[in-house]
Structures are given as C-alpha cells and as structure tokens.
C-alpha cells in the first residue's frame, strides 16, 4: 500500500490550497478515504471523510463549510480542496486508508501565515 500526498505550501490567510492523494496497492474503490493533520505539539486530528462511493462525507466543525474532500475512483486519487485558510490550519496533512489496518501518507507540510 501506497499514499503519495502533494500540493502542500505556504499561503495567506484568507487563500486556498489543493491537497491530492495517489493510492496504489489495494482496491482503492472499495475503501473509504480520511484526510487528517497535526499541528507542532497536537494529536493528530480527522479533517474529511469520504466512503468508498463518495455517497457518505464527514467533516469536523472547524473546518465544515471550509473545506472539501473528493475522490476519483477512476484515478485513485483523493482530493482536499481548502478555502478561507487560517493560520490555526497550519499543520502537516496526511491522507489516510483503513485497509486491514491504518495506513498514512509521508504528509504535506500546509502553512498559512502573512
């Protein structure tokens, strides 16, 4: 199992990133997809949700309305559009499968600052 995560950066308050997720190594339609993150001295927190169809999505209050989880099963890919970033959504993001067990992506480091 494979989760290749890209698109990470530094933007200002108030911009918007796109994060993407490759997946290879399993049946990646047949999974549901988390994105999460953690901030310097936090426990790793869930950001977004999707089941394997896409038909069920989850997202936290703090980032609901904000953010936006996708996926391509054509592709295997996921997605996590961010909008309205603050700086408390500096974090490194990880995207995330539950096969037979948890696996995680290397992560993309996300800053937001002036």
């Known amino acids: 199992v494979q989760l290749v995560e890209s698109g990470g950066g530094l933007v200002q308050p108030g911009g918007s990133l796109r994060l993407s997720c490759a997946v290879s190594g399993f049946t990646f339609s047949s999974y549901s997809m988390s994105w999460y993150r953690q901030a310097p001295g936090k426990e790793r927190e869930l950001v977004a949700y999707?089941?394997?169809?896409?038909?069920?999505?989850y997202y936290p209050d703090s980032v609901k309305g904000r953010f936006t989880i996708s996926r391509d099963n054509a592709k295997n890919t996921v997605a996590l559009r961010m909008n309205s970033l603050k700086p408390e959504d500096t974090a490194v993001y990880y995207c995330s499968a539950l096969v037979d067990s948890r696996y995680w992506g290397q992560g993309t480091q996300v800053t937001v600052s002036s």
């Open positions: 999707i089941s394997s169809r896409g038909g069920n999505i």
